[in-house]
């Protein structure tokens, strides 16, 4: 049986209705860029996290890179992030010249490793980048109090992991901004890019607004160089009717996990691991297997879904060979990268469809 890794058509042809009369809403008033859709969607993204700011962006990267300039980050500082990421989240650090610092991971979560966390501190760190990999949110109540104990500001990658919570708060609540990305294959995604900064800072916020707006808070006075980062109407459209499901999404991608986990019931494979307190919200489903490429040509050649998110580190990568940091540097990391597969995973998945992927994958190992 063929399953897509996301299908975004059976998604749709759900909403049709709400979807098509949203965008040609938008159409319809020619009101295509900071309009009343944007502000609506940063109001409504605002109340489900209960913080006071949203601020609605070009992209997740955009929301990465805006919040470092926002949060005072310069060149030659150092932010401490993990190297099992996309490259994004080290990519926004080094566009303002700071230099990303990675820290390795715990095999379970495969999340940042908090205990290793303090010794990566220096005179130099002046903000920690943590990701809420897949869907698992990190343990950020043990990482706030390390980032209070030394004055240093706290951005979450929440990319992956709208709607997901640790101990009753959302993702992207804990640090001083959280920041989101609206990849169409994201949990809550446009049908484009887009992304968003949320806050209870107003000082925060307003420096957002004025980056993403080419350094603009009033109409064509500019304060300082900014950017071209606006979320369109369009998508803030698609994104409102979108945002109406996404707990219904969630608890479905939830679901899905649970019978992945019932069929892989066999030696050999390790399926994700939720934290005590956390709420994963499994934008992916990862599995970690011993001859992971061997099972992956298997199931290439079946035509089976599947993807490795991600073969190289971060830190192994030619981008930055300039912190030289070699093979064996992080060792978790590394030997994650190479058993690491992530199977087909979304809202509308049925039983029959999980059980076919998962007979294959067990098919493959024997």
């Known amino acids: 049986m063929s399953v897509p890794m996301v299908d975004l058509k059976i998604q749709y042809e759900s909403i049709k209705d709400e979807i098509n009369s949203a965008v040609l809403s938008v159409i319809k008033s020619t009101h295509f860029i900071l309009g009343p859709q944007g502000k609506g969607f940063e109001e409504e993204v605002a109340a489900y996290h209960g913080v006071k700011h949203a601020v609605a962006l070009a992209s997740g990267t955009d929301a990465l890179h805006l919040a470092l300039l926002a949060a005072g980050i310069k060149r030659g500082d150092e932010v401490i992030t993990t190297p099992f990421t996309f490259i994004a989240t080290a990519e926004a650090v080094s566009y303002i010249g700071a230099v990303p610092i990675f820290v390795d991971i715990r095999s379970d979560t495969f999340n940042m490793d908090i205990a290793k966390v303090e010794a990566a501190i220096t005179r130099k760190t002046k903000a920690i980048l943590p990701v809420h990999l897949y869907g698992q949110p990190v343990e950020m109540d043990a990482l706030m109090q390390i980032a209070k104990k030394h004055g240093i500001r ?4 929440c990319a992956q992991s709208f709607g997901a919570e640790f101990r009753g708060r959302k993702a992207g609540t804990f640090g001083d901004m959280g920041c989101f990305s609206f990849f169409p294959s994201k949990n809550l995604g446009a049908y484009g890019d887009g992304g968003m900064v949320i806050t209870d800072d107003a000082e925060l916020a307003e420096r957002v607004l004025s980056l993403r707006n080419h350094g603009s808070r009033k109409r064509y006075y500019h304060d300082e160089i900014g950017f071209n980062s606006r979320l369109d109407e369009v998508q803030a459209a698609i994104l409102r009717v979108k945002l109406k499901h996404i707990d219904d999404y969630n608890v479905k991608r939830r679901v899905n996990a649970m019978l992945y986990n019932k069929y892989f019931l066999a030696p050999g494979i390790q399926t994700p691991s939720e934290m005590r307190g956390a709420k994963h919200v499994y934008h992916q489903y990862t599995i970690r297997i011993n001859d992971r490429d061997k099972v992956k040509k298997a199931l290439d050649a079946a035509k089976v879904s599947n993807m490795i998110y991600y073969p190289v580190p971060l830190h192994l990568q030619a981008a930055y060979r300039c912190l030289n ?13 190479d058993e690491v597969l992530s199977l087909p995973m979304y809202p509308e998945l049925n039983e029959e469809q999980i059980k076919s992927v998962a007979d294959a994958v067990k098919k493959a190992m024997a």
């Open 325 to 337: 940091m070699k093979p064996g540097s992080l060792p978790v990391t590394e030997r994650a990268a």
């Open 154 to 157: 706290v951005i979450e990658d």
